[in-house]
């Protein structure tokens, strides 16, 4: 696939189901360059967007028709920050279904130059998006603070200096050295979480340290 | 009858590149009336379901030379540009008779309730909107000329086809 040769992070992603559907998955900041790719021959037409609220991110699926083939181009944006490049300049279709994207799921369109509501009342207030759901991850609210220390440092269960006192005074023998004790066994896992993208399918902000949830 | 200048373009329709998206609806209705409202689109998309192939047909004005429109109104409310080839309207002085619609072979003239008055195709002063939202290429622009030619071939096949 010519896209994926092109672009640094496109990769064939699952879901084109049959000889006829192809579906590329993309940064949000390289959909702007593969559309210009996918309209560069005369041969392709844009076809719709679609946007999907996946409870973390708004996901947008970019169709086109390229001889009878759809090719998707499937990309994420966090609902935090969900601002995209608009494609109008290239596909002058796609203008209203941005604007139709903007207005219920608030999603911001950078460069389109629609401010008047399409869909909604003109007096609907600005922050409320009819379709767009709180944001919400998989994990259930007892687990949240274990994987957050599980992100943090490797183990689900934190063990403070305070318990080898506590069992000193209790006169216990001393606790055999912990697996989460060590720095480097624990960057193993935190490895291993980040490599099978466990954070992302948790909602885990490495930034902050954070889930992106209460 | 006043008729065109050489030279002026018209809106064609190819069915067979018609994927019966109406984003041509849309966009005329957002250009004229600033909502997705596709009954007061100036273009209307017909399906007829009994075709295997080219099963759209799009009900668009053709600024015909020799436009009967303009003939029927009492109110000279439509008229001819000869220099653009567009068939313009005037809703101050349209009197909302509905006239141009039962004189027109394509009925292609809507009665607007809200503003009481017949609205058509006003070719979006020189860039149809239309145009620029096919994205299959089934509407464009093209001379006159060319598109009595276009026309006639396509209207010729498709009573063929009956």
Known sequence: MLLEERLTGA???????GKRRVSVELDAAEVKEAVLAV??????RFVTIVAVDTGLDIELLYNFSLDGVLL??????????????????????????EKEIAELFGVEFVGHTRRTNLVLPDDWPT??????????????????????????????????????VKREKAGLPRMPPLASANPVQMQEVKDLLIRSGFDKRAGFDRRTGKLRYK | ???????????????????????CEIACAVWHCGRIDVTRSRIRILFDEGRTAERYAAVNCQ?????????????????????????????????????????????????????????????CLGAPECVKHCSSG????CAREEAVQLNARLYLSAKDDR
């Not at chain 1, 759901?133 to 934190?158: C, F």
């Not at chain 2, 008729?3 to 329709?13: A, D, L």
């Open chain 2, 1 to 23: 009858m006043a008729r065109s200048q050489p030279g002026t373009s018209v809106i064609v329709f190819e069915p067979q590149l018609c994927t019966g998206c109406r984003y």
């Open chain 2, 63 to 123: 600024h015909c030379d020799d436009a009967i429109c303009c003939a029927v109104c009492p109110s000279e409310a439509l008229q001819k540009d000869q220099k653009t080839g567009w068939v313009t309207q005037n809703s101050t002085k349209c009197v909302g008779c509905e006239m141009c619609i039962v004189a027109c072979p394509l009925s292609v003239p809507i009665f607007d309730p809200a503003l009481k008055v017949a609205v058509k195709c006003d070719f």
């Open chain 1, 11 to 17: 990769r064939r992603a699952a879901g084109g189901k």
């Open chain 1, 39 to 44: 309209l560069h021959g005369e041969r392709a």
């Open chain 1, 127 to 164: 922050g409320k998006r009819p379709l767009r759901k709180p944001i919400v991850g998989d994990v259930i609210p007892q687990a949240r603070a274990s994987v957050e220390n599980l992100m943090i440092g490797g183990t689900s269960i934190r063990v403070g200096p305070s318990s080898a």
């Open chain 1, 72 to 97: 998707t181009l499937r990309t994420s944006v966090a609902k935090e920050a969900s601002a995209i490049e608009t494609i109008t300049p290239m596909a002058p279709g796609a203008e209203f279904i």
């Open chain 2, 138 to 141: 089934a509407l464009r622009l």
